[in-house]
């Protein structure tokens, strides 16, 4: 499982010469030296190469185990806290930064974890075309962008059309979760989510769940300190 060479590279033009609207911007972090060396020398072992084609799940994880994904783990420090206490469980991280596939390769040789994977990659991408329908035990979004300008907000990830794609891929009793500590998000993601057929609210209609044992992120950690309020979400498909 070769790494990308660049990580994180922008996607060329279509052969129309429109270019896909994107929930996410490169940045360009500064990689530590030992996130530089963790891409080197573990990457080939945890980071899958994006191909436009089914995974054969069974084949990555060299198991049956259920399998989740986490779009977007920053960091990494709540996905690792997850596949270090459900070591039945498989995660696949899908991440464009590279600092945080980094870090998150670094977590991994340190617990010496085998059940999580990454991708590099634009995850509408993945998950349209390397994920096969109903294989998804759980999908996980904690703080995307919420893309505050409104002229920005066809930018937010969670919008009706990738909603309905996520759904497609959970399997029946399969979780939906999602967290944000931006209100007006938090309020649109409740409104589309509650409006997909198939996707039962966890706690009622209209209504935001308890987080749970979900471990906090890095990100949301910091928030708290600041005094943010963090809106959870929680479905599952029929």
């Known amino acids: 499982m070769p790494v990308i060479d660049k990580l994180g590279s922008g996607r060329p033009l ?11 911007v490169i940045r360009g972090g500064r990689l530590t030296s030992s996130q530089r060396k963790a891409l080197k020398t573990l990457s080939a072992d945890f980071v899958v190469e994006y191909r436009p084609q089914p995974l054969d799940l069974v084949a990555l994880f060299r198991n049956r185990n259920p399998v989740v994904i986490e779009i977007g783990f920053g960091m990494g420090d709540s996905l ?17 930064h590279q600092p945080g596939i980094g870090k998150l390769l670094m977590g991994i040789d340190q617990k010496q974890l085998n059940n999580i994977r990454v991708i590099n990659h634009d995850a509408r991408e993945v998950m349209e075309h390397c994920i096969a329908d109903g294989s998804l035990r759980g ?8 893309w505050h300008k409104k002229r920005h907000h066809k930018r937010r990830l969670i919008q009706t059309e990738f909603v309905a794609l996520m759904h497609r891929k959970l399997e029946a009793g399969g979780h939906l979760r999602l967290a944000t500590d931006w209100h007006p998000y938090a309020e649109q993601m409740l409104e589309v989510l509650d409006n997909t057929d198939g996707l039962v609210n966890q706690a009622r ?25 963090v809106w959870d979400l929680c479905y599952e498909r029929e």
């Open 14 to 24: 279509t052969t129309s010469g429109w270019r896909p609207v994107r929930s996410y």
């Open 205 to 229: 209609t209209g209504q935001f769940v308890d987080p749970g044992d979900r471990p906090a992120t890095k990100f949301e950690k910091r928030g708290r300190k600041l005094g943010h309020d």
């Open 139 to 146: 999908i996980q979004i904690f703080f995307p962008d919420p």
């Open 80 to 96: 690792l806290a997850m596949a270090a206490k459900l070591p039945e469980t498989n995660f696949i991280g899908i991440e464009v």
